[in-house]
């Protein structure tokens, strides 16, 4: 039989994963997000994210899910 200490541990490890897989979706929404947006262009032909802010700020998402132990981003 399970200690209730053991059972708590447990359950948290199973919230860790679910929140983990949550903050895993939504970086990877932002990253999706990001890409759309320098892909979009304002009247006058102005992007809403230019090139090279769109890889800095993906690269930052993708630097923060590596250190969670997301690095399937």
Not at 21 to 45: H, M, P
């Amino acid at each position: 039989m399970l200690k209730t200490k053991e059972v708590y541990s447990m359950a948290k490890v199973e919230i860790e994963e679910e929140m983990l897989k949550e903050v895993e979706n939504d970086i990877r929404d932002l990253i999706n997000w990001i890409e759309v947006w320098n892909e979009q262009e304002k009247t006058g032909g102005t992007k809403l994210i230019e090139d090279e802010q769109a890889e800095k700020m993906k690269e930052k998402l993708r630097s923060i899910a590596e250190k969670l132990g997301l690095a399937t981003l």
